[in-house]
């Protein structure tokens, strides 16, 4: 794959001695091209768990009471403000005036009474459901106020308000979000050619300060190589996350870009089918974390770009534990494990990997690895359409390779049914006492203890954390260079003058 990319910047390069950028490249321009690799199964934040879907839609065409910004901070949205009562158990929230959907239909109390109450209903599509479970009644007063009842205190429930899933949609075009997207944001939808882009517009009609940007395309392009070629040719001019980070240092040496390098919420681990033998089988688990080479992977299919960990928790948050010597690299204990749980001459499994160069880079290097201790893969590439009906939604798999994007999601490890079905009620205890506590220093050591747990139970091969490699024209400013949720937020985006 190097060779290859390597062979398309050469085309580049010689076609001229110099590169003359094609795209909106220039200080002035009021459309953006940005780059970007998985293209979203559908456009509802609301009824799906793709990072792909909110990375196009979140604060640009869909809104929710509160907003997160690319320092984690919660901000004002939909929401200009909130009373919170004494015992935390009451968010009274005052709406901002003057919102129109964009299909012109008003926005008031009952849009958000109905938003939340269809994302925590028994039927409900959302991916992140359990986020409203602590709700136990959403409550109009007028037109501009919303009253929020939980049924015990939740100490991050602003946070989660701000997620993609929490976004307010309209009860009359709330069905057609999928391919029709209508929100309250600052751009508009305008068109999908699938396989190639998806359009943005300017809202003319915002209740905010409407962005600089007046148009905005996401150019669909799983292909690092083609990738590269767009950025240098100026196709696109933007990369939020640039999946070929073995050209970092080509971009950085050319003066036309930026190049940063952030944070992401993105836990990227080798998931496991706990329920699946031989996986369920804790020796079995053990013997895969000793024989992976977390260094290796990353630098390999990531080219140094990522820190590893040791259970599924963010290395940049105040709570984090360096739990990444539990189960050191050591291939000959993996194979005395393997030997201990029945298998002496190791066993044979599949690894399905979804488009990501993480992923599939990532897949082979994992494949060796285990085969070092006797467990032979078989490597299926999947489309990310397949990989959330077979893996996520199905549980159909043994292994498999994705980054966990969320914001503080340590939580989906007490849900059973989640497709790596995890079960242990000394874990989901902890997380329960989590949840109703607010005391800083006392959440701390839950969230120690929480991640104590997981590694302990091998319960994921846990290999690293997503950097977040952004490569963008010199003259475009705004774009964020850390993810705390999934977004590419571009409500602040301009071309410098």
Same mark, same amino acid.
């Given at each position: 794959m190097k060779s290859t990319i390597r062979r398309y910047v050469k085309l580049l390069l010689i076609s001229g001695s110099t590169l003359i950028f094609s795209g909106a490249a220039f200080a002035g321009e009021s459309h953006l091209t940005m780059g970007t690799v998985l293209e979203p199964p559908h456009l509802d934040p609301t009824a799906g768990a793709a990072a792909a879907i909110d990375e196009v839609v979140y604060a640009n065409v869909f809104e929710g009471l509160t907003r997160i910004n690319q320092n984690a901070e919660v901000l004002p949205a939909l929401a200009k403000s909130w009373d919170i009562s004494a015992d935390g158990l009451t968010y009274t929230f005052h709406l901002q005036n003057g919102v129109i959907f964009h299909d012109g239909a008003t926005f008031d109390s009952s849009d958000v009474v109905f938003s939340l109450e269809r994302a925590a209903a028994e039927n409900s599509t959302n991916a992140q459901k359990a986020l409203f479970a602590p709700i136990a009644s959403v409550k109009a007063q007028g037109p501009s106020t919303v009253v929020v009842a939980l049924k015990t205190p939740k100490g991050n429930f602003l946070f989660n308000m701000g997620w993609g899933d929490a976004v307010i949609v309209d009860p009359l075009s709330a069905g057609s979000n999928k391919s029709k997207p209508i929100g309250t944001g600052p751009f508009t939808f305008k068109r999908w050619v699938r396989g190639d882009r998806i359009e943005l517009g300017q809202n003319a009609n915002y209740w905010g300060v409407k962005p600089a940007l007046k148009s905005a395309t996401f150019k669909i392009i799983p292909d690092p190589a083609a990738a590269v070629a767009a950025l240098m040719a100026g196709d696109v001019d933007a990369f939020a996350n640039f999946p070929a980070p073995e050209m970092a240092a080509q971009f950085q040496s050319d003066s036309r870009f930026i190049v940063k390098v952030g944070s992401t919420e993105g836990e990227t681990i080798l998931s496991t089918n706990n329920l699946q033998k031989p996986f369920d089988d804790l020796r079995v688990r053990q013997a895969i974390a000793h024989a992976l080479n977390s260094q290796e992977i990353i =630098?390999?299919?990531? @080219?140094? $770009?990522?820190? +590893?960990?040791?259970?599924? @928790?963010?290395?940049?948050?105040?709570?984090?534990?360096?739990?990444?010597?539990?189960?050191?690299? =050591?291939?000959?204990? &993996? /194979?005395?494990?393997? &030997? =201990?749980?029945? @298998? +002496?001459? !190791? $066993?044979? &499994?599949?690894? *399905?990997?979804? +488009?990501?160069? %993480? &992923?599939? /880079? !990532?897949?082979?290097?994992?494949?060796?690895?285990?085969? *070092?201790?006797?467990?032979?893969?078989?490597?299926? +590439?999947?489309?990310?359409?397949?990989?959330?009906?077979?893996?996520?939604?199905? *549980?159909? @798999?043994?292994?498999?390779?994705?980054?966990?994007?969320?914001?503080? =999601?340590?939580?989906?490890?007490? /849900?059973?049914? %989640? %497709? $790596?079905? %995890? /079960?242990?009620? !000394? $874990?989901n205890a902890v997380i329960k006492s989590l949840n109703v506590t607010s005391n800083p220093k006392r959440r701390y050591a839950l969230m120690g203890a929480a991640q104590a747990i997981l590694a302990k139970d091998a319960v994921n091969g846990f290999l690293f954390q997503l950097a977040k490699l952004g490569i963008w024209n010199k003259n475009v400013s705004g774009l964020w260079e850390n993810s705390p949720v999934q977004a590419n937020d571009l409500t602040g985006v301009s071309w410098k003058n």
């Amino acid at each position: 794959m190097k060779s290859t990319i390597r062979r398309y910047v050469k085309l580049l390069l010689i076609s001229g001695s110099t590169l003359i950028f094609s795209g909106a490249a220039f200080a002035g321009e009021s459309h953006l091209t940005m780059g970007t690799v998985l293209e979203p199964p559908h456009l509802d934040p609301t009824a799906g768990a793709a990072a792909a879907i909110d990375e196009v839609v979140y604060a640009n065409v869909f809104e929710g009471l509160t907003r997160i910004n690319q320092n984690a901070e919660v901000l004002p949205a939909l929401a200009k403000s909130w009373d919170i009562s004494a015992d935390g158990l009451t968010y009274t929230f005052h709406l901002q005036n003057g919102v129109i959907f964009h299909d012109g239909a008003t926005f008031d109390s009952s849009d958000v009474v109905f938003s939340l109450e269809r994302a925590a209903a028994e039927n409900s599509t959302n991916a992140q459901k359990a986020l409203f479970a602590p709700i136990a009644s959403v409550k109009a007063q007028g037109p501009s106020t919303v009253v929020v009842a939980l049924k015990t205190p939740k100490g991050n429930f602003l946070f989660n308000m701000g997620w993609g899933d929490a976004v307010i949609v309209d009860p009359l075009s709330a069905g057609s979000n999928k391919s029709k997207p209508i929100g309250t944001g600052p751009f508009t939808f305008k068109r999908w050619v699938r396989g190639d882009r998806i359009e943005l517009g300017q809202n003319a009609n915002y209740w905010g300060v409407k962005p600089a940007l007046k148009s905005a395309t996401f150019k669909i392009i799983p292909d690092p190589a083609a990738a590269v070629a767009a950025l240098m040719a100026g196709d696109v001019d933007a990369f939020a996350n640039f999946p070929a980070p073995e050209m970092a240092a080509q971009f950085q040496s050319d003066s036309r870009f930026i190049v940063k390098v952030g944070s992401t919420e993105g836990e990227t681990i080798l998931s496991t089918n706990n329920l699946q033998k031989p996986f369920d089988d804790l020796r079995v688990r053990q013997a895969i974390a000793h024989a992976l080479n977390s260094q290796e992977i990353i =630098d390999g299919a990531m @080219f140094g $770009f990522g820190t +590893p960990i040791g259970t599924h @928790f963010a290395p940049h948050h105040a709570a984090y534990v360096d739990l990444t010597g539990t189960y050191p690299h =050591d291939p000959q204990k &993996a /194979r005395q494990l393997l &030997a =201990d749980a029945g @298998f +002496p001459g !190791g $066993f044979k &499994a599949t690894l *399905k990997l979804p +488009p990501p160069s %993480y &992923a599939r /880079r !990532g897949g082979e290097i994992i494949a060796a690895q285990l085969s *070092k201790v006797g467990i032979k893969l078989e490597i299926i +590439p999947v489309e990310w359409a397949q990989w959330l009906d077979q893996i996520f939604k199905n *549980k159909d @798999f043994d292994l498999t390779i994705v980054s966990h994007t969320e914001p503080m =999601d340590i939580g989906i490890y007490t /849900r059973p049914t %989640y %497709y $790596f079905q %995890y /079960r242990n009620p !000394g $874990f989901n205890a902890v997380i329960k006492s989590l949840n109703v506590t607010s005391n800083p220093k006392r959440r701390y050591a839950l969230m120690g203890a929480a991640q104590a747990i997981l590694a302990k139970d091998a319960v994921n091969g846990f290999l690293f954390q997503l950097a977040k490699l952004g490569i963008w024209n010199k003259n475009v400013s705004g774009l964020w260079e850390n993810s705390p949720v999934q977004a590419n937020d571009l409500t602040g985006v301009s071309w410098k003058n």
